[in-house]
Protein backbone atom coordinates (compact mmCIF):
# COMPACT_ATOMS: atom_id res chain seq x y z
CA UNK A 1 0.00 0.00 0.00
CA UNK A 2 1.69 3.27 -0.74
CA UNK A 3 2.44 5.70 1.93
CA UNK A 4 1.02 9.11 2.43
CA UNK A 5 4.76 11.00 1.97
CA UNK A 6 5.63 14.94 1.87
CA UNK A 7 5.46 14.74 -1.82
CA UNK A 8 1.70 12.64 -1.84
CA UNK A 9 -0.43 14.95 -4.11
CA UNK A 10 -4.50 14.35 -4.58
CA UNK A 11 -3.60 15.94 -8.20
CA UNK A 12 -1.20 13.39 -8.88
CA UNK A 13 -1.12 11.01 -12.07
CA UNK A 14 -1.10 7.83 -9.73
CA UNK A 15 -4.36 9.49 -7.48
CA UNK A 16 -6.11 10.24 -10.62
CA UNK A 17 -5.63 6.43 -11.88
CA UNK A 18 -6.81 5.18 -8.79
CA UNK A 19 -7.88 7.16 -5.68
CA UNK A 20 -9.61 3.94 -3.75
CA UNK A 21 -5.72 2.96 -3.34
CA UNK A 22 -5.00 5.67 -1.17
CA UNK A 23 -7.79 6.10 0.89
CA UNK A 24 -6.91 4.02 3.70
CA UNK A 25 -3.55 5.83 4.31
CA UNK A 26 -5.16 9.15 3.86
CA UNK A 27 -7.84 8.62 7.07
CA UNK A 28 -4.92 7.03 8.80
CA UNK A 29 -1.95 9.31 8.29
CA UNK A 30 -3.20 12.63 6.95
CA UNK A 31 -7.06 13.17 7.60
CA UNK A 32 -6.97 16.53 7.26
CA UNK A 33 -4.42 17.00 3.81
CA UNK A 34 -3.27 20.00 2.72
CA UNK A 35 -2.84 20.71 -1.06
CA UNK A 36 -0.59 23.23 -1.27
CA UNK A 37 -1.07 23.94 -5.12
CA UNK A 38 -4.27 24.69 -4.83
CA UNK A 39 -4.16 25.56 -1.43
CA UNK A 40 -7.20 23.53 -0.09
CA UNK A 41 -7.78 20.50 2.16
CA UNK A 42 -8.90 17.58 1.65
CA UNK A 43 -10.80 15.59 4.95
CA UNK A 44 -10.88 11.95 4.07
CA UNK A 45 -12.39 10.27 7.78
CA UNK A 46 -16.47 9.57 7.67
CA UNK A 47 -16.88 11.51 11.03
CA UNK A 48 -14.77 14.75 9.52
CA UNK A 49 -16.73 14.69 6.03
CA UNK A 50 -20.19 14.17 8.04
CA UNK A 51 -19.15 17.02 10.69
CA UNK A 52 -18.74 19.24 7.46
CA UNK A 53 -21.43 18.54 5.45
CA UNK A 54 -23.86 19.28 8.30
CA UNK A 55 -22.28 22.07 10.44
CA UNK A 56 -23.53 24.52 7.99
CA UNK A 57 -22.57 27.92 10.37
CA UNK A 58 -18.88 26.61 10.69
CA UNK A 59 -18.57 25.27 7.24
CA UNK A 60 -20.56 27.29 4.29
CA UNK A 61 -21.14 26.78 0.29
CA UNK A 62 -19.80 30.18 -0.34
CA UNK A 63 -16.44 28.84 -2.51
CA UNK A 64 -19.05 28.02 -5.06
CA UNK A 65 -19.39 31.50 -6.22
CA UNK A 66 -16.10 31.22 -7.46
CA UNK A 67 -16.37 27.55 -8.44
CA UNK A 68 -19.69 27.23 -9.80
CA UNK A 69 -21.67 30.47 -10.37
CA UNK A 70 -19.67 32.18 -13.09
CA UNK A 71 -20.69 28.72 -15.42
CA UNK A 72 -24.28 28.73 -13.71
CA UNK A 73 -24.95 32.20 -14.75
CA UNK A 74 -26.36 32.94 -11.49
CA UNK A 75 -26.77 31.18 -7.72
CA UNK A 76 -27.55 27.77 -7.24
CA UNK A 77 -29.49 26.12 -4.97
CA UNK A 78 -26.38 24.81 -3.01
CA UNK A 79 -25.31 28.80 -2.27
CA UNK A 80 -28.74 29.33 -0.84
CA UNK A 81 -29.97 29.45 2.70
CA UNK A 82 -33.05 29.40 4.88
CA UNK A 83 -36.42 30.63 3.46
CA UNK A 84 -34.76 31.09 -0.15
CA UNK A 85 -33.26 28.03 -0.09
CA UNK A 86 -36.24 26.12 1.25
CA UNK A 87 -38.63 27.44 -0.98
CA UNK A 88 -36.64 26.97 -4.14
CA UNK A 89 -35.43 23.72 -3.55
CA UNK A 90 -39.27 22.30 -3.01
CA UNK A 91 -40.27 23.79 -6.14
CA UNK A 92 -37.34 21.54 -7.71
CA UNK A 93 -38.03 18.57 -5.57
CA UNK A 94 -42.01 18.68 -6.47
CA UNK A 95 -40.75 18.10 -10.27
CA UNK A 96 -38.95 15.15 -9.52
CA UNK A 97 -41.05 13.30 -7.33
CA UNK A 98 -44.88 12.03 -6.73
CA UNK A 99 -47.05 12.19 -10.15
CA UNK A 100 -44.19 14.13 -12.17
CA UNK A 101 -42.21 11.03 -10.87
CA UNK A 102 -44.71 8.18 -11.73
CA UNK A 103 -44.59 10.91 -15.98
CA UNK A 104 -41.06 10.79 -15.81
CA UNK A 105 -40.78 7.17 -15.49
CA UNK A 106 -42.67 6.47 -18.48
CA UNK A 107 -40.55 8.62 -20.46
CA UNK A 108 -37.53 7.05 -19.05
CA UNK A 109 -38.36 3.59 -20.33
CA UNK A 110 -39.09 4.76 -23.79
CA UNK A 111 -36.15 7.00 -24.13
CA UNK A 112 -34.24 3.43 -23.14
CA UNK A 113 -35.77 1.30 -25.06
CA UNK A 114 -35.17 4.02 -28.07
CA UNK A 115 -31.40 4.05 -27.54
CA UNK A 116 -30.57 0.83 -26.50
CA UNK A 117 -32.78 -1.10 -29.56
CA UNK A 118 -29.64 -0.92 -32.26
CA UNK A 119 -26.76 -2.48 -30.31
CA UNK A 120 -29.53 -5.22 -29.34
CA UNK A 121 -29.20 -7.35 -32.13
CA UNK A 122 -25.26 -7.16 -32.79
CA UNK A 123 -24.60 -8.25 -29.27
CA UNK A 124 -22.08 -5.60 -28.15
CA UNK A 125 -22.58 -2.16 -26.55
CA UNK A 126 -20.81 0.41 -24.53
CA UNK A 127 -23.04 1.15 -21.72
CA UNK A 128 -21.24 4.37 -21.15
CA UNK A 129 -20.89 6.20 -24.57
CA UNK A 130 -23.63 4.75 -26.35
CA UNK A 131 -26.31 4.31 -23.75
CA UNK A 132 -25.66 6.23 -20.39
CA UNK A 133 -24.54 9.52 -21.27
CA UNK A 134 -27.41 10.11 -24.30
CA UNK A 135 -29.80 8.20 -22.16
CA UNK A 136 -28.81 10.59 -18.71
CA UNK A 137 -28.91 13.75 -21.09
CA UNK A 138 -32.33 12.57 -22.57
CA UNK A 139 -33.67 12.62 -19.63
CA UNK A 140 -33.04 15.61 -17.85
CA UNK A 141 -34.42 17.28 -21.29
CA UNK A 142 -37.31 15.48 -20.54
CA UNK A 143 -37.46 16.92 -17.27
CA UNK A 144 -36.95 20.58 -18.09
CA UNK A 145 -39.26 20.33 -21.21
CA UNK A 146 -36.36 20.84 -23.42
CA UNK A 147 -36.63 19.54 -27.52
CA UNK A 148 -34.38 16.63 -27.80
CA UNK A 149 -33.25 17.22 -30.97
CA UNK A 150 -30.96 20.24 -29.15
CA UNK A 151 -29.79 17.07 -27.29
CA UNK A 152 -25.95 17.15 -28.85
CA UNK A 153 -25.57 20.99 -28.27
CA UNK A 154 -26.85 20.50 -24.85
CA UNK A 155 -24.57 17.97 -23.90
CA UNK A 156 -21.80 19.93 -25.65
CA UNK A 157 -22.55 23.22 -23.39
CA UNK A 158 -22.97 21.00 -20.26
CA UNK A 159 -19.71 19.45 -20.54
CA UNK A 160 -18.28 22.80 -20.56
CA UNK A 161 -19.84 23.34 -17.58
CA UNK A 162 -19.10 20.62 -15.92
CA UNK A 163 -15.43 20.77 -16.45
CA UNK A 164 -15.57 24.41 -14.91
CA UNK A 165 -16.79 23.19 -11.68
CA UNK A 166 -15.02 19.64 -11.28
CA UNK A 167 -11.55 21.37 -12.64
CA UNK A 168 -8.63 21.44 -9.97
CA UNK A 169 -7.05 24.24 -12.70
CA UNK A 170 -8.31 25.11 -15.98
CA UNK A 171 -5.27 26.99 -18.15
CA UNK A 172 -6.65 30.31 -19.65
CA UNK A 173 -8.39 28.86 -23.07
CA UNK A 174 -10.15 25.96 -21.63
CA UNK A 175 -11.41 28.82 -18.68
CA UNK A 176 -12.75 30.97 -21.28
CA UNK A 177 -14.13 27.53 -23.84
CA UNK A 178 -16.02 26.68 -20.23
CA UNK A 179 -17.29 30.18 -19.99
CA UNK A 180 -18.41 30.26 -23.86
CA UNK A 181 -20.49 27.02 -23.30
CA UNK A 182 -22.07 28.49 -20.42
CA UNK A 183 -22.90 31.86 -22.61
CA UNK A 184 -24.35 29.89 -25.12
CA UNK A 185 -26.52 27.78 -22.81
CA UNK A 186 -27.67 30.75 -21.41
CA UNK A 187 -28.94 32.41 -24.67
CA UNK A 188 -30.55 29.22 -25.44
CA UNK A 189 -32.50 29.32 -22.66
CA UNK A 190 -33.62 32.65 -22.31
CA UNK A 191 -35.97 32.46 -25.36
CA UNK A 192 -37.05 29.06 -23.68
CA UNK A 193 -37.48 30.72 -20.74
CA UNK A 194 -39.53 33.87 -22.13
CA UNK A 195 -41.98 30.99 -24.16
CA UNK A 196 -42.80 29.13 -20.77
CA UNK A 197 -43.80 32.82 -18.98
CA UNK A 198 -46.62 32.83 -21.44
CA UNK A 199 -47.65 29.75 -22.21
CA UNK A 200 -46.85 27.29 -18.99
CA UNK A 201 -46.50 23.66 -19.34
CA UNK A 202 -46.07 20.92 -16.69
CA UNK A 203 -42.59 21.11 -16.96
CA UNK A 204 -39.85 22.38 -14.52
CA UNK A 205 -38.73 25.07 -16.37
CA UNK A 206 -42.45 25.91 -16.46
CA UNK A 207 -42.94 25.44 -12.92
CA UNK A 208 -39.62 27.57 -12.23
CA UNK A 209 -41.22 30.47 -14.45
CA UNK A 210 -44.41 30.34 -12.63
CA UNK A 211 -43.29 30.13 -9.21
CA UNK A 212 -43.06 32.94 -6.79
CA UNK A 213 -40.73 33.65 -3.88
CA UNK A 214 -41.65 36.20 -1.44
CA UNK A 215 -44.56 37.17 -3.85
CA UNK A 216 -41.79 37.70 -6.45
CA UNK A 217 -41.57 35.64 -9.73
CA UNK A 218 -37.91 34.66 -10.26
CA UNK A 219 -36.03 36.63 -12.50
CA UNK A 220 -34.71 34.97 -15.65
CA UNK A 221 -30.93 34.85 -14.29
CA UNK A 222 -32.55 33.17 -11.21
CA UNK A 223 -34.69 30.92 -13.33
CA UNK A 224 -31.41 30.30 -15.63
CA UNK A 225 -29.20 29.27 -12.65
CA UNK A 226 -31.82 26.77 -11.42
CA UNK A 227 -31.96 25.06 -15.09
CA UNK A 228 -28.26 24.90 -14.93
CA UNK A 229 -28.04 23.70 -11.55
CA UNK A 230 -30.33 21.20 -12.27
CA UNK A 231 -29.09 19.91 -15.57
CA UNK A 232 -25.33 19.57 -14.11
CA UNK A 233 -26.83 17.74 -11.07
CA UNK A 234 -29.05 15.48 -12.57
CA UNK A 235 -26.40 14.44 -15.70
CA UNK A 236 -22.94 13.65 -14.36
CA UNK A 237 -23.77 11.24 -11.50
CA UNK A 238 -26.39 9.27 -13.03
CA UNK A 239 -24.71 7.53 -16.67
CA UNK A 240 -21.99 7.30 -13.95
CA UNK A 241 -23.86 4.62 -11.80
CA UNK A 242 -25.71 2.85 -14.13
CA UNK A 243 -21.87 1.54 -15.58
CA UNK A 244 -20.63 1.15 -12.05
CA UNK A 245 -23.58 -0.29 -11.48
CA UNK A 246 -22.46 -2.84 -14.06
CA UNK A 247 -19.50 -3.49 -13.49
CA UNK A 248 -19.50 -4.38 -10.08
CA UNK A 249 -21.97 -7.32 -10.91
CA UNK A 250 -20.43 -8.42 -13.89
CA UNK A 251 -16.98 -8.42 -11.41
CA UNK A 252 -19.56 -10.04 -9.10
CA UNK A 253 -20.70 -12.84 -10.86
CA UNK A 254 -22.94 -14.32 -8.14
CA UNK A 255 -24.42 -11.18 -6.99
CA UNK A 256 -25.16 -10.25 -10.54
CA UNK A 257 -26.76 -14.09 -10.46
CA UNK A 258 -29.08 -13.11 -7.73
CA UNK A 259 -30.19 -9.73 -8.54
CA UNK A 260 -31.15 -11.52 -12.12
CA UNK A 261 -33.39 -13.82 -9.66
CA UNK A 262 -34.72 -11.50 -7.75
CA UNK A 263 -35.28 -7.95 -9.14
CA UNK A 264 -36.25 -6.69 -6.08
CA UNK A 265 -32.14 -6.74 -4.82
CA UNK A 266 -31.78 -3.67 -7.61
CA UNK A 267 -32.07 -1.26 -5.13
CA UNK A 268 -29.40 -2.88 -2.44
CA UNK A 269 -27.06 -3.31 -5.16
CA UNK A 270 -27.51 0.47 -6.71
CA UNK A 271 -27.02 1.77 -2.95
CA UNK A 272 -24.00 -0.15 -2.73
CA UNK A 273 -22.64 0.80 -5.84
CA UNK A 274 -22.99 4.35 -4.83
CA UNK A 275 -21.58 3.62 -1.25
CA UNK A 276 -18.40 1.72 -2.44
CA UNK A 277 -18.16 3.74 -5.87
CA UNK A 278 -19.90 6.98 -5.54
CA UNK A 279 -20.09 9.30 -8.57
CA UNK A 280 -19.55 12.65 -6.67
CA UNK A 281 -16.14 12.37 -5.04
CA UNK A 282 -15.49 15.78 -3.84
CA UNK A 283 -18.16 18.39 -2.56
CA UNK A 284 -16.20 21.20 -1.41
CA UNK A 285 -17.14 23.62 1.76
CA UNK A 286 -15.38 26.96 3.24
CA UNK A 287 -14.42 27.27 6.63
CA UNK A 288 -16.17 30.27 8.37
CA UNK A 289 -13.05 30.22 11.18
CA UNK A 290 -10.89 27.43 12.49
CA UNK A 291 -12.02 24.18 12.35
CA UNK A 292 -9.88 22.06 14.43
CA UNK A 293 -10.11 18.01 13.39
CA UNK A 294 -8.38 14.75 14.88
CA UNK A 295 -5.68 15.00 12.51
CA UNK A 296 -5.30 18.72 11.67
CA UNK A 297 -6.69 22.52 11.57
CA UNK A 298 -8.06 24.29 8.61
CA UNK A 299 -7.84 27.90 8.89
CA UNK A 300 -10.67 30.22 8.46
CA UNK A 301 -11.81 31.38 4.94
CA UNK A 302 -9.81 27.81 3.50
CA UNK A 303 -11.71 25.43 0.94
CA UNK A 304 -12.15 22.06 2.31
CA UNK A 305 -12.70 19.24 -0.09
CA UNK A 306 -15.11 16.52 1.60
CA UNK A 307 -14.00 12.86 0.18
CA UNK A 308 -16.82 10.84 -0.26
CA UNK A 309 -15.02 8.04 -1.75
CA UNK A 310 -12.99 7.85 1.22
CA UNK A 311 -15.90 8.32 3.42
CA UNK A 312 -17.98 5.37 2.37
CA UNK A 313 -14.62 3.00 2.65
CA UNK A 314 -14.00 4.75 6.43
CA UNK A 315 -13.87 0.71 9.06
CA UNK A 316 -15.68 3.24 11.35
CA UNK A 317 -18.99 3.63 9.59
CA UNK A 318 -18.82 0.29 7.15
CA UNK A 319 -17.85 -3.46 8.15
CA UNK A 320 -15.11 -4.72 5.41
CA UNK A 321 -15.60 -1.34 3.35
CA UNK A 322 -13.50 -2.60 0.54
CA UNK A 323 -15.78 -5.02 0.04
CA UNK A 324 -18.98 -4.92 -2.78
CA UNK A 325 -22.03 -6.90 -1.00
CA UNK A 326 -25.34 -5.78 -2.09
CA UNK A 327 -26.67 -7.69 0.81
CA UNK A 328 -24.01 -5.80 3.61
CA UNK A 329 -26.31 -5.29 6.56
CA UNK A 330 -24.88 -1.90 7.67
CA UNK A 331 -26.48 0.23 4.77
CA UNK A 332 -29.77 -0.22 4.59
CA UNK A 333 -31.43 0.13 1.92
CA UNK A 334 -34.48 1.85 2.48
CA UNK A 335 -33.01 4.60 4.02
CA UNK A 336 -30.17 4.91 1.53
CA UNK A 337 -32.18 6.83 -0.95
CA UNK A 338 -33.57 8.92 1.79
CA UNK A 339 -32.44 12.27 4.37
CA UNK A 340 -31.41 9.25 6.59
CA UNK A 341 -28.50 7.11 3.90
CA UNK A 342 -25.50 6.13 5.96
CA UNK A 343 -23.55 6.81 2.78
CA UNK A 344 -22.49 10.00 1.77
CA UNK A 345 -22.95 9.78 -1.71
CA UNK A 346 -26.01 12.00 -1.81
CA UNK A 347 -24.39 14.20 0.53
CA UNK A 348 -25.95 15.11 3.82
CA UNK A 349 -27.61 17.84 5.58
CA UNK A 350 -29.14 20.95 4.37
CA UNK A 351 -27.80 20.30 0.50
CA UNK A 352 -28.45 16.53 0.24
CA UNK A 353 -29.20 15.85 -3.08
CA UNK A 354 -32.74 16.89 -4.09
CA UNK A 355 -32.92 14.06 -6.90
CA UNK A 356 -32.16 10.89 -4.68
CA UNK A 357 -35.92 9.35 -5.38
CA UNK A 358 -35.47 10.48 -8.92
CA UNK A 359 -32.08 8.97 -9.13
CA UNK A 360 -32.87 5.85 -7.61
CA UNK A 361 -36.24 5.36 -9.93
CA UNK A 362 -34.40 6.18 -12.80
CA UNK A 363 -31.13 3.82 -12.20
CA UNK A 364 -33.38 0.64 -11.69
CA UNK A 365 -36.06 1.15 -14.25
CA UNK A 366 -33.20 1.07 -16.49
CA UNK A 367 -31.37 -1.44 -15.24
CA UNK A 368 -34.27 -3.89 -14.70
CA UNK A 369 -35.24 -3.11 -18.59
CA UNK A 370 -31.35 -3.80 -18.58
CA UNK A 371 -30.88 -7.22 -17.12
CA UNK A 372 -32.99 -9.70 -19.19
CA UNK A 373 -31.74 -8.25 -22.45
CA UNK A 374 -27.94 -8.39 -21.33
CA UNK A 375 -28.27 -12.34 -21.37
CA UNK A 376 -24.50 -13.41 -20.79
CA UNK A 377 -23.77 -10.42 -20.08
CA UNK A 378 -19.50 -9.69 -19.87
CA UNK A 379 -16.67 -7.42 -20.71
CA UNK A 380 -15.98 -7.11 -24.85
CA UNK A 381 -12.53 -8.85 -25.33
CA UNK A 382 -9.68 -6.47 -24.81
CA UNK A 383 -11.14 -3.75 -22.62
CA UNK A 384 -8.97 -2.50 -19.85
CA UNK A 385 -11.27 -0.69 -17.37
CA UNK A 386 -10.49 2.80 -16.90
CA UNK A 387 -12.29 5.34 -14.74
CA UNK A 388 -11.23 9.52 -14.86
CA UNK A 389 -12.14 12.25 -12.76
CA UNK A 390 -11.37 13.76 -9.29
CA UNK A 391 -14.50 15.26 -8.62
CA UNK A 392 -16.95 13.39 -10.11
CA UNK A 393 -15.62 9.86 -11.30
CA UNK A 394 -17.05 7.13 -13.15
CA UNK A 395 -15.49 4.60 -16.39
CA UNK A 396 -14.42 5.99 -19.40
CA UNK A 397 -16.21 3.39 -21.08
CA UNK A 398 -17.85 -0.08 -20.43
CA UNK A 399 -17.89 -2.29 -23.60
CA UNK A 400 -20.04 -5.45 -23.05
CA UNK A 401 -20.81 -8.00 -24.72
CA UNK A 402 -23.96 -10.12 -24.62
CA UNK A 403 -26.08 -12.70 -26.58
CA UNK A 404 -27.79 -10.62 -29.65
CA UNK A 405 -31.14 -10.21 -28.91
CA UNK A 406 -33.35 -11.16 -31.98
CA UNK A 407 -34.74 -7.64 -33.68
CA UNK A 408 -38.37 -7.17 -32.44
CA UNK A 409 -37.74 -8.74 -29.01
CA UNK A 410 -37.12 -5.00 -27.28
CA UNK A 411 -37.44 -3.70 -24.21
CA UNK A 412 -41.42 -3.88 -23.30
CA UNK A 413 -42.77 -0.73 -21.89
C1 LIG B 1 -26.87 8.85 -8.53
C2 LIG B 1 -27.21 10.06 -8.83
C3 LIG B 1 -26.84 11.29 -8.02
C4 LIG B 1 -25.84 11.50 -7.12
C5 LIG B 1 -24.76 10.52 -6.66
C6 LIG B 1 -25.96 12.87 -6.66
C7 LIG B 1 -25.12 13.47 -5.72
C8 LIG B 1 -25.32 14.73 -5.18
C9 LIG B 1 -24.53 15.30 -4.12
C10 LIG B 1 -23.32 14.64 -3.48
C11 LIG B 1 -25.06 16.50 -3.79
C12 LIG B 1 -24.65 17.40 -2.63
C13 LIG B 1 -23.84 18.59 -3.03
C14 LIG B 1 -23.50 19.46 -1.81
O1 LIG B 1 -23.70 19.09 -0.65
O2 LIG B 1 -23.00 20.53 -2.07
C15 LIG B 1 -26.17 16.73 -4.69
C16 LIG B 1 -26.95 17.87 -4.71
C17 LIG B 1 -27.92 18.12 -5.65
N1 LIG B 1 -28.43 17.20 -6.56
FE1 LIG B 1 -27.79 15.30 -6.85
N2 LIG B 1 -27.04 13.45 -7.28
C18 LIG B 1 -27.60 12.52 -8.12
C19 LIG B 1 -28.70 12.70 -8.92
C20 LIG B 1 -29.41 13.86 -9.01
C21 LIG B 1 -30.58 14.03 -9.83
C22 LIG B 1 -31.22 12.95 -10.72
C23 LIG B 1 -30.97 15.32 -9.68
C24 LIG B 1 -32.15 15.96 -10.33
C25 LIG B 1 -33.03 16.53 -9.68
C26 LIG B 1 -30.07 15.96 -8.74
C27 LIG B 1 -30.15 17.27 -8.31
C28 LIG B 1 -29.39 17.83 -7.31
C29 LIG B 1 -29.51 19.23 -6.87
C30 LIG B 1 -30.44 20.27 -7.48
C31 LIG B 1 -28.60 19.40 -5.81
C32 LIG B 1 -28.37 20.66 -4.97
C33 LIG B 1 -29.24 20.59 -3.73
C34 LIG B 1 -29.09 21.74 -2.76
O3 LIG B 1 -28.04 22.39 -2.74
O4 LIG B 1 -30.01 22.00 -1.98
N3 LIG B 1 -29.14 15.04 -8.35
N4 LIG B 1 -26.32 15.63 -5.51
Same mark, same amino acid.
Given at each position: MPVVSPEFSVL?? %? &??????????? =??????? +???? !???? /? &?VSRYEDVERVLTDHEAFTTETLQVRAEPVMRGPVLAQMTGAEHTAKRKIVVRSFTGRALRHQMRAIRSNAAELMAPFLPRGRMDLVNDFGKPLAIHVTLDVLGL %??????????? +??? !????????? =??????? +???????????YLLPVIEQRRRHPGEDLISQLCTAEFDGIAMSNRDVTALIINVLAAATEPADKTLALLFKHLIDHPEQLARVRRD????????????? /???????????????????GGTVPAGATVFCMIGAANRDP?? &???????????? %??GTARSFTA???? =?????????????? &???AEIETVAAMLLPLLDEVRFSPDFRYRETGLYTRGPVALPLDFTPVRAGATARD
Open positions: SE %D &FAADPYRWFAR =LRGRAPV +HHEP !VIDS /Y &F %DKRDGQRVAAW +HSG !VAEFITSMA =LTPARRR +HCLDCAEQLEAPELLPAAIAETLR /YTPPVQLIPRQAQEDAVFADA &FTAPDTFDIHRP %DLAAQH =LAFGTGLHQCVGTA &FAR
